[in-house]
T-cell receptor, first 119, second 107 residues
């Protein structure tokens, strides 16, 4: 499998501040990464698809100006929650797509997640 | 991604096989069946995936029916560490997570 590092694992911030979360692919170059959000006792919800060198594709209902995604290199994608508010408190998880020459090799590997608490 | 249906919860005794069913009757021809699990407060862990043939790896076996409308994930000898929420997903490169099955492995 692939090793995905996500940092920080936990962050507490004041309302109105911005928070940056990093997602790194440690052992292969990832053209595509994904960002998910998970509220307590709910399943993961895809927020956006991040492609290296191009703008991210956001899912319906996700504010692109609030959740800034940058995928400037093949090993790093960042998610910045701008002007965070208590309702943004959630578990944010990234994944990298290991895409092989054949579709049989398309597998997403996930980071450990970042728990954001906005006071 | 095709919709999947899984039981809300299942129990399994430690050391016994855990058989987790999944229904994906609307799966399309190019969609794979993926299984992930999520231990509390961690990111999902990839387990196995397949298209139409049965698959086995060091973690589990995946049995897909011939019509591809359902599948079963088999953990051959469940341990307490296998307690987790198991997600069955029918998709290609994007994954749509449902509610999954909460598997509780007990001593």
């Amino acid at each position: 499998g692939a090793v995905v590092s996500q940092h920080p694992s936990r962050v507490i911030c004041k309302s109105g501040t911005s928070v940056k979360i990093e997602c790194r692919s440690l052992d292969f170059q990832a053209t595509t990464m994904f960002w998910y959000r998970q509220f307590p006792k709910q399943s993961l919800m895809l927020m956006a698809t991040s492609n290296e060198g191009s703008k991210a594709t956001y899912e319906q209902g996700v504010e692109k100006d609030k959740f800034l995604i940058n995928h400037a290199s093949l090993t790093l994608s960042t998610l910045t929650v701008t002007s965070a508010h208590p309702e943004d408190s959630s578990f944010y998880i990234c994944s990298v797509l290991l895409a092989g020459a054949f579709r049989a090799k398309n597998i997403q590997y996930f980071g450990a997640g970042t728990r954001l608490s906005v006071l | 991604d095709a919709k999947t249906t899984q039981p809300t919860s299942m129990d399994c005794a430690e050391g016994r096989a855990a058989n987790l069913p999944c229904n994906h009757s609307t799966i399309s021809g190019n969609e794979y069946v993926y299984w992930y699990r999520q231990i509390h407060s961690q990111g999902p862990q990839y387990i196995i995936h397949g298209l139409k043939n049965n698959e086995t790896n060091e973690m589990a076996s995946l049995i897909i029916t011939e019509d591809r409308k359902s599948s079963t994930l088999i953990l051959p000898h469940a341990t307490l560490r296998d307690t987790a929420v198991y997600y069955c997903i029918a998709g290609y490169s994007t994954l749509t997570f449902g509610k999954g099955t909460m598997l509780l492995v007990s001593p």
